[in-house]
C-alpha cells in the first residue's frame, strides 16, 4: 500500500501492483490483462512478428526419407504506439494538515482516472505515430480486428450472430486460448434477453440466466465481460492468447518541485497494447 509518507521529493513510488487490483469493475479489459502480467517495451513503438500456425495439407513422410522440405509461418510485422497517460496531483499545505492521508487519497483517485483512460484506449484507440500531431496514441482492439471476422446485424444481437462471429474464429485456427465478448449495456442486455427463458440444471448455473456469463457453442465457450468503454454498437469478441498490455514505463507517481503552499506530483505511465495476431479479434457492428 503506498501512503503519503512515501511521496518525498527525491524518490518515484512504483504503482503498478496498485494498477492491477484499483477500479476492476470500471476497468475489467485493462484489469484481465494485468493479470496476466505485461511484456516490457525498449522504444516508443513495439513491434513483434505475427504468430499464425502453418496448416500444411499433407505432410505424412515415406519412412526412411530425407528431410528436404523446410515451413516457415508467413508472419508479418505489426506494431503499435507506446502512448503516454499522465494525471497531475496538487494537494494544498492546509488540506493536507486538516487530514495527513489527503494526498495518498487524491494519489490514488488519479492513479484509478489513469486506468479508466488506458481501457478506453485499449478498447477504441486510433494509432498516431505523433509525427504531424506531436502527440503519440496507440491502435485499440476494435481496430486491430481482421475485416474477415467482421458480423453485420441490423437491430438486435441474436444466438445466430454468436454462433456466427465465433465460427468465423474458430475457422482461423488459432492458437488455444480463452475467448472473451467485450460489451456495453445495450448489448449485454440483448444478449440476456435471448436466454431469460432458457435456464438449464444440468450446467453450471450461471451459463444461462437473467443476466449471460458465459455462452456455450460449438466452437469455444464465449464469456461476457460488460464495459461502459465499448461503443454502443459493437460486441468485441478475442482470443486472449493474442492479446498483451505492453508498458515502456510502469505506472509511478514522480514527486514534482515545491514551489508554493502546496504538494505537487504526478501518476504517469507509458503503455501499449500488443495483438498477437488481428485473426484473432472480431467486431460485430449493430446497425
Do not use: C
Not at 525498449?42 to 530425407?66: C, F, M, N, P, Q
Not at 480486428?145 to 458480423?151: I, K, L, Q
Amino acid at each position: 500500500m503506498f501512503k503519503s509518507a512515501n511521496f518525498t521529493n527525491a524518490e518515484l513510488v512504483n504503482l503498478s501492483k496498485e494498477i492491477a487490483v484499483i477500479g476492476v469493475q470500471a476497468t475489467p479489459f485493462t484489469s484481465l490483462l494485468l493479470a496476466k502480467g505485461f511484456e516490457k517495451a525498449t522504444s516508443t513503438i513495439y513491434t513483434w512478428r505475427e504468430k499464425t500456425l502453418s496448416h500444411d495439407e499433407d505432410i505424412s513422410a515415406v519412412e526412411g526419407s530425407e528431410t528436404t522440405v523446410f515451413t516457415e509461418s508467413g508472419r508479418r510485422e505489426l506494431n503499435n504506439v507506446l502512448e503516454i497517460f499522465k494525471k497531475g496531483v496538487s494537494v494544498s499545505g492546509t488540506a493536507q494538515a486538516m487530514q495527513t492521508a489527503q494526498f495518498a487519497n487524491e494519489v490514488s483517485d488519479r492513479l484509478l482516472e489513469l486506468k479508466i483512460n488506458i481501457e478506453k484506449k485499449f478498447i477504441t484507440g486510433v494509432k498516431d505515430d505523433g509525427s504531424s500531431t506531436g502527440k503519440r496514441q496507440m491502435g485499440g482492439l476494435i481496430s486491430f480486428a481482421d475485416p474477415a471476422n467482421a458480423v453485420n446485424v441490423t437491430d438486435t444481437v441474436t444466438e445466430d450472430t454468436v454462433k456466427e462471429v465465433m465460427k468465423k474464429l474458430w475457422l482461423q485456427d488459432l492458437a488455444e486460448g480463452n475467448y472473451y465478448a467485450l460489451v456495453n449495456a445495450e448489448i449485454k442486455e440483448q444478449i440476456d434477453s435471448i436466454y431469460k427463458d432458457r435456464y438449464s440444471y444440468q450446467h453450471v448455473t450461471n451459463d444461462f440466466g437473467l443476466v449471460v456469463d458465459s455462452i456455450q457453442t460449438n466452437y469455444g465457450t464465449l464469456n461476457m465481460i460488460l464495459s461502459k468503454h465499448v461503443p454502443a454498437d459493437k460486441m468485441v469478441v478475442f482470443n486472449d492468447a493474442y492479446v498483451r498490455a505492453v508498458f515502456l514505463r510502469e505506472p509511478i507517481f514522480e514527486p514534482l518541485a515545491k514551489t508554493g503552499d502546496s504538494v505537487k506530483g504526478h501518476v504517469i505511465a507509458e503503455a501499449t497494447l500488443k495483438i498477437a495476431s488481428p485473426k484473432a479479434v472480431a467486431v460485430v457492428t449493430v446497425a
